[in-house]
């Protein structure tokens, strides 16, 4: 599996904007890039996924670069829900490549 | 989406002793995968369980120590056998949803403290 690089931690106030970058210059061109995020005391939820294209959806926005070697997670209002341990991964699209390698993650406090 | 429930919630076990964790779905799902969280830890696949057949077991997880049933489209266990305070983690069942993402839904996790 491609690798990703995220920062370990980030912070955020509550109502602002945050913006997650990751770092996955090895991709492939059938890799989808996947966010999930995980709650404390929680298992991990997925968030967003996207291939080439910027997507959104009701929980985050994803912003692809062009070359696709590094992509940003967006929430746009944080609220201090949203404090989470936030993994960006690479999936092959190519059909049977089931597995999740979940990284490190960045870990994510929202300030009140 | 997948509603899945894990049994025990958590538990203290006595080294060399062994756990059954049960995952249970609200839906047919054909493949159920077993995770590992170490304390302050990410997550680490242990194997992934098709009804019907062996578990697929990752590099470093062996049968003998971790074996899986998956009877049945809904349901699977995962044992820890012969524990030892090194298994102390929280273990995680998660399915792959049928639908236009794939992504995966996950279970709550199962607490283990071995003494």
């Known amino acids: 599996d491609a690798k990703t690089t995220q920062p370990n931690s980030m912070e955020s106030n509550e109502e602002e904007p945050v913006h997650l970058p990751c770092n996955h210059s090895?991709?492939?061109?059938?890799?989808?890039i996947h966010w999930y995020r995980q709650l404390p005391s929680q298992g991990p939820e997925y968030v967003i996924h996207g291939l080439t294209s910027n997507v959104n959806n009701r929980m985050a926005s994803l912003a692809i670069a062009e070359d696709r070697k590094s992509s940003t997670l967006i929430l746009h209002r944080a609220t201090l829900r949203d404090a989470a341990v936030y993994y960006c991964i690479l999936r092959d699209g190519g059909g049977s490549n089931y597995k999740l390698t979940f990284g490190k993650g960045t870990l994510l406090t929202v300030n009140p | 989406s997948a509603v899945i429930s894990q049994k025990p919630s958590r538990d203290i076990c006595q080294r060399g002793t062994s756990l059954t964790i049960q995952c249970q779905v609200d839906s047919q799902v054909t493949m159920m995968f077993w995770y590992r969280q170490q304390p302050g830890q990410s997550l680490t696949l242990i194997a992934t369980a098709n009804q019907g057949s062996e578990a697929t077991y990752e590099s470093g997880f062996v049968i003998d120590k971790f074996p899986i049933s998956r009877p049945n489209l809904t349901f699977s266990t995962l044992t820890v056998s012969n524990m030892s305070p090194e298994d102390s983690s929280i273990y995680l069942c998660s399915v792959e949803a049928r639908g236009p993402f794939n992504e995966q839904f996950f279970g709550p996790g199962t607490r283990l403290t071995v003494l």
């Open positions: 090895t991709i492939s061109g059938t890799d989808y």
